[in-house]
């Protein structure tokens, strides 16, 4: 667990000593190696193949696909995004084809082309649906699921199922079950006071890691019409304005859970906020508004970033950092 794998030029000084430089970031989260710990967050350019091929070229470590439900979403009505300060204010609503179009059409047609994992993020709102979900995801190539329990505006999906915590696990169990040799891991939300609880709760029922976290229920209020701007009304706040509370849930995850696989999204936006979050625990992390100021560049920067940092500190691997901000 949380071993990474490293691969070192070493060098010979002036003075004859040798050092040895980190070349890469490659870690191993449980059995599947990812060549470096920056991984495509849900919901960001993450629809169609030519998307993926997009961002797996721009240096990813793999790709987290858009949440899918059992059957087809509209999504909510028109505006979807709008600025907030320090970030973005999105209430898509869930769009998506439906869990058996989008494995059959999309993933099973890049699947073994790609040289990145693919993550499938799903949506359940019930058991049931996670029973029939798993029957789709079987044979489909993929081996890492992401259960959505925290979007923060669709009733009935995410927030709603980590707000009840039998049902919650009962997910759990019946993916890890079915998909036996998957990495389930559940994103979760910062809505909630009993984080200890609910990480005891999802880990006990089989999940391999938590993904710490979703966008935050916020609104946009248009003052001259005197109306909420986004559709739904209610909508995620993403970007840098979240970034100390993500960095908040993956610190505490670790005081409780140091053994186990933490990884964090939410405004990070430069190689910097990429350390504070391995400091405070993440073995891994996501990235997802950046790429709308900065574009997919954002992962070569973190990449390059984080290298530097780590030789420039005299770490031999990015292991040796994490969690290291619990030492004092
Ligand atoms: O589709 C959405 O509106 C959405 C989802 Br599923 C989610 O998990 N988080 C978010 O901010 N938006």
Redesign the pocket.
Same mark, same amino acid.
Not at 90 to 95: A, D, Q, T, W
Not at 150 to 154: A, K, L, N
């Given at each position: 667990m949380k071993k990474s794998l490293r691969k070192l030029e070493t060098k010979c000084t002036r003075n004859g000593s040798f050092l040895s430089d980190i070349l890469s970031l490659e870690i191993n989260i449980e059995n599947i190696k990812l060549r470096n710990p920056f991984i495509l967050a849900? +919901?960001i350019l993450d629809v169609t193949p030519s998307l993926f091929f997009r961002v797996a070229s721009s240096g990813a470590g793999a790709i987290v696909t858009?949440?899918v439900t059992l059957e087809e979403r509209k999504?909510?009505d028109n505006p979807?995004i709008t600025d907030a300060p320090c970030g973005l204010i %999105? #209430?898509?609503?869930?769009?998506n084809p439906g869990i058996k179009y989008f494995v059959n059409k999309y993933v099973k047609s890049i699947i073994d082309k790609i040289d990145i994992p693919i993550i499938l #993020?799903i +949506?359940p709102s019930s058991v049931k649906d996670v029973y029939e979900m798993s029957n789709i995801v079987l044979d489909s190539g993929l081996k890492w699921i992401e259960i %959505?329990a925290?979007?923060?505006?669709?009733k009935g999906?995410?927030l709603t199922v980590l707000g009840d915590e039998s049902m919650l696990g009962e997910i759990i169990r019946v993916t890890k079950k079915k998909l036996s040799n998957f990495l389930i891991f559940v994103?979760i939300s910062a809505h909630i006071t009993n984080l200890a609880k609910i990480a005891e709760t999802i880990f006990s029922s089989g999940a391999d890691g938590i993904v710490a976290i %979703?966008?935050l229920r916020a609104i946009a209020i248009d003052i001259w019409s005197k109306k909420p701007i986004l559709g739904?009304i209610f909508?995620?706040l993403?970007g840098p304005a979240i970034k100390p509370v993500a960095l908040r849930c993956v610190y505490e995850l670790y005081q409780y859970f140091p053994e186990k696989v933490i990884i964090g999204v939410g405004g990070i936006s430069s190689w910097r906020d990429a350390i504070e979050f391995f400091l405070a625990g993440a073995s891994a992390i996501q990235i997802g508004s950046v790429i709308a100021f900065k574009d997919l560049n954002i992962f070569k920067e973190l990449n390059d970033g984080v290298i530097k940092y780590l030789n420039k500190e005299g770490y031999d691997s990015i292991n040796e950092i994490i969690g290291l901000a619990h030492r004092f």
């Open positions: 849900s +919901g858009k949440t999504g909510f979807v %999105n #209430s898509m609503g869930l769009p #993020s +949506g %959505n925290s979007c923060p505006h669709v999906h995410g994103k %979703n966008t739904g909508g995620g993403s």
